[in-house]
């Protein structure tokens, strides 16, 4: 069976097409991106400005039509924090829905982070025991723990890459007093979160997860040894930590020319970098290790076991 996962984000509209069965693990097709960057559009009171939705609806059309040519059987569309937090968010919802021809589950925060933990889970094992996550998108940072397929603890806090570059990063390059002020404020957020989650054991694994978090371990961290044929890689605390005064002193034009910054997050990579480096030193993490799944494959796993479940038995 051939499935559509169409994530509609703060930063990015991404397709996911994959061949899937009950029982089995997806096997990705087709991967369509459209980079939108929404916290560009947002107006004085929290709405996305006309010229967002319209952008908006654009990229969900051409995802929809991307997923027809593929000969997707189900597309399953959801939205993440840009959408649900925007205050006219019930009419750009309206609006996504026309676009799609069907309905759009809008993830709250914490169902957000439970089906990127079921993505980590699926890809680490059983015998990964305890994991602690970190995902970053444009709007929000999830944070979720446990050593069950469902975390024990998860969290949202609106401490996006996106978001936090326009609310404190706005100038290019930013600056060193602009990123001590996000420091600050990162950590007065992060702290109730600490706190609430502090009763949980210490992870065996600590894992990150979203296009941000692989982008800062292309460029700091480093590639674990023994593996082939896939990318894993490990990001330290403290390689993180010096890169950090570097890219805010660096145009958002010319970092793109670094390993694994990309053009659709030279933008707002230091505050994704200032964002989890504070998340690190706040859960006393040395290093993390990279996922390569996350948020669109945890709603198609989600989705394969409901399949497994309901298939016929003989």
């Given at each position: 069976m051939?499935?559509?996962?169409?994530?509609?984000?703060?930063?990015?509209?991404?397709?996911?097409?994959?061949?899937?069965?009950?029982?089995g693990r997806?096997?990705?097709?087709?991967?369509?991106r459209?980079?939108?960057?929404?916290?560009?559009y947002?107006?004085?009171?929290?709405?996305?400005?006309?010229?967002?939705?319209?952008?908006?609806v654009?990229?969900?059309?051409?995802?929809?039509?991307?997923?027809?040519?593929?000969?997707?059987a189900?597309?399953?569309?959801t939205?993440?924090?840009a959408?649900r937090d925007?205050?006219?968010?019930?009419?750009?919802i309206?609006?996504?829905e026309?676009?799609?021809?069907?309905d759009?589950?809008v993830?709250?925060?914490?169902?957000?982070?439970?089906?990127?933990?079921?993505?980590?889970?699926?890809w680490?094992?059983?015998?990964?025991?305890?994991?602690?996550?970190?995902?970053?998108?444009?709007?929000?940072?999830?944070i979720?723990?446990?050593?069950?397929?469902?975390?024990?603890?998860?969290?949202?806090?609106?401490?996006?890459?996106?978001r936090?570059t326009?609310?404190?990063l706005?100038?290019d390059?930013?600056?060193?007093?602009?990123?001590?002020?996000?420091r600050?404020?990162?950590?007065?957020?992060?702290?109730p979160?600490?706190?609430?989650?502090?009763?949980?054991r210490?992870?065996?694994?600590?894992?990150?997860?979203?296009?941000t978090i692989?982008?800062l371990?292309k460029?700091a961290?480093?590639?674990v040894?023994?593996w082939?044929?896939?990318?894993r890689?490990?990001?330290?605390?403290?390689?993180?930590?010096?890169?950090?005064?570097?890219l805010?002193?660096?145009?958002?034009?010319?970092?793109?020319?670094?390993?694994?910054?990309?053009?659709?997050?030279t933008?707002?990579?230091?505050?994704?970098?200032?964002?989890?480096?504070?998340?690190m030193?706040?859960?006393d993490?040395?290093?993390l290790?990279v996922?390569?799944?996350a948020?669109?494959?945890?709603?198609?796993?989600?989705?394969?076991?409901?399949?497994?479940?309901?298939?016929?038995?003989?």
């Open positions: 051939r499935l559509g996962v169409l994530d509609i984000g703060s930063n990015t509209v991404h397709l996911l097409v994959a061949d899937v069965r009950p029982g997806p096997l990705a097709r087709t991967s369509k459209t980079v939108l960057r929404l916290m560009r947002l107006e004085p009171d929290g709405s996305i400005s006309d010229e967002g939705v319209r952008a908006l654009a990229a969900v059309a051409e995802a929809v039509a991307v997923s027809r040519t593929e000969n997707v189900e597309l399953l569309a939205a993440t924090s959408v925007a205050t006219n968010g019930p009419q750009v309206t609006a996504i026309a676009a799609l021809g069907q759009l589950q993830l709250g925060g914490e169902s957000e982070a439970r089906f990127t933990f079921l993505a980590v889970r699926r680490f094992g059983w015998s990964a025991g305890e994991i602690l996550l970190f995902d970053i998108g444009g709007g929000s940072l999830e979720a723990a446990g050593s069950d397929e469902l975390p024990d603890t998860a969290a949202s806090v609106p401490l996006g890459a996106g936090m326009v609310q404190f706005p100038a390059p930013p600056g060193e007093g602009a990123v001590e002020l996000l600050e404020h990162a950590r007065a957020t992060l702290a979160v600490v706190t609430a989650m502090s009763a949980g210490r992870p065996d694994h600590v894992v990150g997860s979203s296009k692989r982008s371990a460029l961290g480093y590639p040894p023994g082939s044929g896939i990318e890689m490990t990001l330290p605390r403290a390689a993180l930590g010096s890169w950090i005064p570097r805010a002193r660096i145009p958002a034009s010319a970092r793109q020319e670094l390993p694994g910054i990309t053009a659709d997050r933008f707002q990579i230091v505050a994704g970098a200032v964002v989890l480096h504070e998340a030193r706040a859960f993490v040395d290093e290790e996922s390569p799944w948020l669109r494959e945890g709603v198609l796993l989600r989705y394969i076991e409901s399949l497994s479940w309901s298939a016929p038995r003989t």
